[in-house]
């Protein structure tokens, strides 16, 4: 049976030592309530109750689209106890079979929907009735009740918090390690010291989900749509086809004249356009595609009659049924029922459908107009003698074809030297013309990688700036109004797979594409080993039953990419792999 969680968010208090209310500043796009309250919704089956007390008109304002439950805490300046008894007394008014409660804080800005599906599966796994998060050698929030603390929770008075159920009964208590747990705000110092840039690859995919502009529409002729996808409904006009046709070289007779000896009276071509009558006891010669004769139901295979030398037939097919080898009017598609919905992808048989029922041209789902920057001084075209320290610039090629695979075919890129004012003026102008902005290189932390620097000046905000993860941890993703700006790191290797990771499908979604790349599940031929604390994405072979991970895996090593068709993925937290262990794996091709 599955038991039934609420999740209590304390976010009641004047944040008397920030001089703000904590509530609402922001961290990676939006305010810290907003996502603490996203992040609780989105475990299955939770029910979320958000206590408020000062600051109560901005902060529902800024709960205005949550379908969490607010509840008004009017004596928050008593302590933290009044606002854990109104949320639990919420919780059960509404859900008077909860089975657990989880305790958390709003001011936590790396406790995530994760976090709380570990603290429950603890609590699954060990039968322990109090799961508290650990962080460099003590315990705190948030910490997960079970349903026989909740007299003991509701007992609190003054300044006590739950963390005094938790002590008076550790017998009963484990210990969920969380490192990040230890990042709270309470003073301007701790926020603006937050690793801000630092974050999971779910999370940094569920932030740039969360910027997607809504998909633009564009009409195309019908010979230039392909591979889009189809943003209207498509609304037969005619009947196709349009009349009763043969699907077969044969004879057309009355199906009642079937045991009848007849003589063949006319002939009707494809792309006859008299209209022929064909009266009783008698058959017409008729080709695929031609229009069956008035008073026609059935065609005969001309392998299965007998032709006299008097232009006669007898037919020799018992297996013959009334309507074989006739196409009925309307038999592909009717006059005003749909012939083809939206979300369509238009393959060739697609196209030649549309066009067979008279489409000239579609509502296509438009695709983003992309301008690739490449910065660097040391970048050098194909083509030209390299100096010290120079090299071939290369992932303008890669990107490109990259961005062919996904349907965009026309892409400016342009080269900018290590100079700010060239870069800045470069993306200023990028930004005018381009939907989605790839810069690439100058993202690190270099003295002369200042690309994210200059970004925000041009008025782009950061969502976010490094991942746990390798390659690629220090891609940037910034907004401007519904602008999309990628900062790819310069290595080839990072630079693709952070645009296979992130760029690839923000582009689907954007264009209403199909996931072209897949995950799987597999085993590995090979150990590899890694410590914890960054996803990794490895270049690997996949052979159809097994994976490969293969040889040089440095950020800046092409060659071994050129022969991957996977990447093979090691988890933030993981060891590496043994050989033979089930692994899941990011099919490329």
């Known amino acids: 049976m599955i038991k039934q969680t609420g999740i209590v968010i304390l976010a009641a208090g004047n944040s008397s030592r920030l001089g703000l209310p904590k509530q609402l500043l922001e961290f990676e796009g939006e305010t810290l309530l907003k996502r603490i309250s996203r992040e609780a919704l989105a ?18 304002s800024a709960l205005k689209d949550s379908t969490v439950s607010v509840v008004s805490n009017p004596h928050w300046a008593t302590g933290m106890s009044t606002s854990i008894v109104v949320g639990l007394r919420d919780l059960l008014k509404h859900h008077p079979h909860l089975d657990r409660c989880i305790i958390s804080l709003c001011d936590q800005p790396f406790v995530d929907r994760h976090v709380f599906q570990q603290l429950i599966q603890l609590a699954d796994s060990t039968d322990k009735g109090i799961v508290a998060t650990g ?10 009740f079970d349903r026989k603390y909740f007299e003991h929770l509701m007992c609190l008075e003054g300044q006590q918090g739950a963390k005094k159920v938790a002590e008076q009964f550790s017998e009963d208590r484990v210990i969920f390690s969380y490192e990040d747990a230890k990042y709270d705000i309470d003073t301007q110092d701790d926020y603006f010291n937050l690793p801000h840039q630092f974050i999971r690859v779910q999370q940094a995919k569920d932030i740039i989900h969360h910027y997607l502009p809504a998909p633009k529409q564009i009409r195309l002729p019908l010979e230039e749509a392909l591979g889009y996808t189809l943003a209207q409904t498509v609304i037969a006009k005619q009947s196709i086809p349009a009349f009763p046709q043969s699907s077969m070289d044969g004879y057309a007779i009355r199906y009642s004249d079937k045991e009848r000896e007849l003589p063949v009276v006319d002939k009707i071509p ?18 695929t595609g031609a229009p069956l004769p008035q008073g026609a139901d059935t065609v005969v295979m001309q392998e299965k009659v007998d032709l006299s030398d008097a232009d ?14 006739v196409r009925p009017e309307g038999s592909e598609v009717r006059a005003e029922s749909i012939a083809m919905l939206t979300g369509t992808t238009l393959t060739p048989a697609a196209i030649g459908y549309l066009a067979g029922i008279g489409c000239r041209d579609v509502l296509v789902t438009a695709p983003p107009r992309i301008q690739l920057i490449l910065t660097g001084d040391e970048l050098k075209p194909i083509g030209t003698t390299l100096g010290y320290g120079e090299v071939y610039e290369s992932n303008s ?17 342009r080269h900018v030297p290590d100079d700010r004012s060239q870069l800045r003026a470069t993306l200023e102008n ?15 932390v270099g003295d ?3 690309v994210v620097d200059v970004a925000k000046t041009c008025g782009i905000k950061q ?19 519904e602008k999309l700006v990628f900062g790819l790191p310069g290595n080839p290797s990072s630079a693709l797979t952070c645009f296979y990771l992130y760029v690839a499908p923000a582009l689907e979604r954007m264009m209403e594409l199909p996931q072209r790349i897949r995950s799987i599940k597999t085993h590995t031929t090979h150990a590899y080993s890694k410590k914890p604390g960054l996803t990794h994405f490895l270049k690997a072979r996949y052979d159809g039953h097994a994976v490969e991970p293969l040889h040089a895996q440095e950020s800046y090593r092409l060659q071994s990419y050129a022969q991957a068709n996977c990447l093979l993925i090691l988890e933030e937290d993981s060891n590496g792999c043994a050989a033979g262990d089930e692994v899941y794996i990011h099919l490329l091709t």
């Open 43 to 60: 475990v299955p089956d939770a029910k979320v109750s958000v206590v408020i007390g000062a600051y109560p008109d901005p902060i529902n």
């Open 463 to 481: 969502r976010f700036h490094r991942i746990r993860q390798k390659p690629g941890k220090p891609l940037f993703f910034g907004t401007q109004n």
């Open 397 to 413: 090629y890669q990107l490109k074809a990259a961005l062919r695979q996904q349907g965009i075919l026309h892409v400016e890129s």
């Open 270 to 287: 494809a792309g006859t356009t008299v209209e022929k009558i064909l009266t009783e006891g008698q058959a017409m010669r008729i080709y």
């Open 430 to 444: 990028a930004l005018d013309e381009a939907d989605i902005v790839l810069l690439v290189g100058g993202v690190s």
């Open 312 to 325: 006669t037939i007898q037919i020799r097919d018992e297996a013959l049924q009334l309507g074989d080898n």
């Open 135 to 144: 962080f460099s050698g003590i315990w705190g929030a948030p910490v997960l």
């Open 448 to 450: 002369y990688d200042y």
